[in-house]
């Protein structure tokens, strides 16, 4: 079976959801292949920034997206051993949404997906996994997925690769990414949250160890920051191991920790981060955790997969309603978004490499205090997570 489309996406996380309904809604033929059966997903985080909620404003979703249960964050605190430093506030910045809105991953995929539904130009294939690139004289002219005993193909005038950190689209495209050294592994659980406890984003950092907990209203998604590979170790040493270590740092848990019983109850995250040199082949793009796979510091990675859907929709709309896409638009969403990524995986190599100070020495680090007092730096954070250097806003 073959189906001819404007636009091939493979993956439907943010990246490849967001930019199917973007251009769904100019008309664009999209197939959007998921290679899932549902979108149902382990904690990936929930986190949309405030340029992905003015992008829904623009939309005009934003209202109804907020329909769904969400917690706002609008601030971010560690708690060393010289007591609570808020290092990040949302609420100074200009904007409609002067916080992060906490909405599970699912829901808001299934929320962009159901708006795309409503175009009839837009085809979603669910269980689609794809296995192989269609590739005609040096051009990428399509993907092929087995389903029921057949290969499907989809043919499109463009492919996008938004098929994540372990991007099959990536490696059939023989795409090499450059690793960026992460010393960290995290390990989540989750743990009630009492309804007299703090909100927010509570970093708790001290000798041994740093853990980051997230309220989602009525438990914390906790992250327990572990160094590289020693996972196995930790299990070995047993649950009361852990159990003791986290309540070392949060003494407040110890009331309900007991309810960790089993290894069953713990997720582990293999921190990674690294980017493509080249997005792009002549027919395909990656975009998202594909093109750039962000450690999980800061919670940027949704923002930045959903920016990148925003320019590839800027750059690409007008080529892909006239006609063919050259490499140079290709180049141009690229050339767009290289940079500000970049920078960003500097930025949290930098908050990772000092959170991981904070443990090591047995000094604090004067850092979150020292940004906490000088406005320019206390915006800056802010600023930063938000929406980014250089936030993609949608033109069209
Ligand atoms: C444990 C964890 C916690 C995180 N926490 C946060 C956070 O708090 N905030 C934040 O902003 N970011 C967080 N991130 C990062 C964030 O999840 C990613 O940066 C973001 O999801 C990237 O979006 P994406 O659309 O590029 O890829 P993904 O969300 O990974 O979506 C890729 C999609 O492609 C599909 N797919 C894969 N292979 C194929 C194939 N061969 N054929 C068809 N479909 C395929 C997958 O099923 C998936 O639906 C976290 C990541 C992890 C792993």
């Known amino acids: 079976m073959t189906q001819q489309t404007d636009c091939c996406i493979v993956g439907g996380g943010p990246a490849g959801a967001t930019l199917a309904l973007l251009l769904a809604r100019k008309g664009i ?55 609570f430093n808020t290092v990040t506030n949302f609420k100074y910045l200009n904007t409609q949404y002067p916080y992060i809105t906490l909405i599970p991953n699912q829901q808001f995929i299934e929320f962009i997906i159901d708006e795309a539904k409503r175009y009839p130009n837009f085809h979603l294939v669910m269980g689609a996994k794809v296995q192989k690139l269609i590739e005609e004289d040096g051009i990428i002219r399509g993907v092929a997925y087995y389903e029921e005993d057949s290969w499907q193909e989809v043919r499109a005038k463009l492919t996008v690769g938004a098929d994540g950190r372990s991007s099959r689209v990536r490696s059939l495209a023989n795409f090499e990414p450059i690793k960026i050294s992460t010393p960290v ?27 980051g907990m997230a309220d989602r209203s009525e438990y914390w998604q906790i992250s327990y920051i572990i160094p590289k590979g020693s996972y196995s170790k930790l299990r070995s040493l047993g649950l009361k191991a852990i159990q003791d270590s986290v309540t070392k740092l949060v003494p407040e848990l110890a009331d309900r920790i007991e309810l960790l019983q089993n290894w069953n109850q713990f997720a582990l995250l293999s921190v990674e981060a690294s980017r493509l040199e080249r997005w792009f082949r002549p027919g395909l793009l990656l975009i ?52 500000p990524t970049r920078l960003i995986q500097k930025y949290q190599a930098l908050v990772q490499n000092q959170l991981l100070t904070a443990t090591n020495v047995s000094k604090p680090s004067q850092l979150p205090r020292l940004i906490s007092r000088l406005p320019i730096l206390r915006d800056l954070p802010a600023k930063l997570i938000a929406f980014g250097l250089w936030p993609a806003r949608l033109q069209n």
């Open 29 to 83: 033929s999209v197939t959007l292949l998921e290679g899932q059966k549902n979108f149902e997903r382990d904690f990936r985080g929930d986190s949309l920034h405030s340029v992905v909620m003015e992008l829904m404003d623009e939309l005009g979703l934003s209202e109804r997206l907020l329909q769904l249960k969400h917690t706002k964050l609008d601030s971010i605190t560690i708690q060393d051993s010289n007591g």
């Open 288 to 339: 998202g955790d594909a093109a750039h796979v962000m450690s999980p510091f800061g919670g940027v990675g949704i923002s930045y997969a959903i920016q990148d859907a925003i320019a590839a929709a800027n750059v690409l709309i007008k080529p892909l309603q006239v006609g063919e896409v050259n490499v140079q638009q290709l180049a141009a969403v690229q050339r767009q978004r290289d940079l």
């Open 185 to 211: 592994d995290v390990v989540w659980f989750r743990l009630p949250r009492r309804v007299d406890e703090p909100e927010g984003v509570l970093l708790r950092t001290g000798e041994g160890g740093i853990i």
